[in-house]
């Protein structure tokens, strides 16, 4: 062979094509490198593959995105259906087929589209105006100030999620929905192992099945002695909206028992933990209460709750970030990556209560979906936290900051417990 015929061998020719190896579909991240720091690789996914192939457990492949304009522009897309087989799908395999979730609960506002998610929100807009959770202010401040006082006549160490973080947000969402707060027992472990990743399919359908029981009881009650509350008000609608069925009522009271309370004790906890932990922030906010508005958006935007990011399923053919996806796809949105996004928040991964745009994150989501109760939950974070700061001027954390025990197998991110000291 000639050296001229090797060289037009082994050269390219004009139309030839260099491609490059695609990426394969990975596993959603979930192992962190602390208790308040997401897993690494998201770092690297924001730079190098915004719109990653992901791997589900069950089913096709779908697209990771991570970068927050793109998170952003996501949520608001009408293209991108709520409506999905199972809650976690991305996280765990779906346990309960499709008809049993219809069965046990129809389509609430966390996992319906317009026009039907348009009603069923309209029912309860009311109920969350910002004028009537100022009204409720001062019964929240009482029922803090319960708790503090509770939490001062507790043996040391005490544990502040027990008795200041759940129980204040339980017992405030129990008053507005109408759950007597007695029931608090049954229904926070109801809402524990329905956010749980490691129950089997007869446990998760034991809880939903109770769940529902429960919920359904309730307003056979409420119907014969209606009160001042949520769940009235939206037995009252049913005379004037007739295709709201008792099912769609249960539906809606899971999810604001659950997302009211569990949310909320969480970033309690959350933004405690961050200014327990050195260098100790407690101290500089206790002198400058002006930042604990502060504190409550960059908690938020810092350690988010939801913390393996929302579920999508592509109505239509369309394009993320310059990447196709077709109709029938599932897409996730992850929250807590595009939150710590540096080309959004500059020097992300440091926790800076003075930060000017902390609200900007997206913890609440955005656009049709975006959070119905966060005006309570601010008021009852503000509340909380104000009040102790003044209250345990001294509150320490009683224990090593990265030996606090988190919900690593749990929807909602947050301290399992959080043991504190302090001078009574």
Known sequence: MSEHQTEARSAPGPQATVREPQPQPRLLPVDRPSPLEPPAEFQRLRTELPVAPLAFPDGPPGWLVTRYDDVRTALADPRLSSRRPHLNSHIRASLITTEEMAALRPSDLLTSDPPEHTRLRRLVNGQFTAHRMNLLAPRIQDIVDQHLDALAATPRPADLMTTVALPVPSLVISELLGVPFTDRDQYQRLTAELLSLDRTREQLLASKAEMKSYLLHLIHTKRSAPAD??????????????????????????????????TTANVIGLAALLLLRPPRLWDTVRLRPELVDGVIEETLRYATVLQFGLLRVAREPLTLAGRPVQAGERVVLH????NRDPDRFPGPDHFAPHRPDAAKHLSFGHGPHHCIGDQLARIELRTVLTTMLRRFPDLRLATDPDEIPTHQHRVIHGPIHLPVDFTP
């Open 229 to 262: 509350d949520l769940l009235s008000g939206l037995i009252r609608a049913q005379a004037s909206d007739t295709t709201l069925t008792d099912d769609e009522i249960a539906a809606l009271a899971q999810l604001i028992l659950i997302a009211g309370h569990e």
């Open 335 to 338: 929250l807590p990556s595009a």
